[in-house]
């Protein structure tokens, strides 16, 4: 079993930054890969960042070179570094761990772009 929560999130101007965490605990040496995913209203959840165990990262076209994932060497951490928020990027976004047999999400952090 794997435990993830989230936090960072909250309400910013656009062209401002957040950084979102997610705190893995349980049996973390299980997981091969962790993602971050957001859902905005009436939206279904999408993939917005993805990083390896070794450390391959890959982004959706549109918050390539505004986004950064990153973890911690113990996999005990997953960040999320978001700069330049545009007020498409509102939603909630969610945490997710694959261990290869079985995906755990978090509870999700709502982040809001808006004047």
């Known amino acids: 079993q794997v435990q993830l929560v989230e936090s960072g999130g909250g309400l910013v101007q656009p062209g401002g930054s957040l950084r979102l965490s997610c705190a893995a605990s349980?049996?973390?040496?299980?997981?091969?890969?962790m993602a971050w995913y957001r859902q905005g209203p009436g939206n279904q959840r999408d993939l917005v960042a993805h990083?390896?165990?070794?450390?391959?990262?890959n982004y959706v076209d549109s918050v390539k070179g505004r986004f950064t994932i990153s973890r911690d060497n113990a996999w005990s951490t997953v960040y999320l570094q978001m700069d330049s928020l545009k007020p498409e990027d509102t939603a909630v976004y969610y945490c997710n761990a694959d261990t290869g047999s079985r995906r755990y999400w978090g509870q999700g952090t709502q982040v809001t772009v808006s004047s």
């Open positions: 990083i390896t165990r070794g450390a391959t990262t």
């Open positions: 349980g049996s973390v040496f299980s997981i091969q890969s």
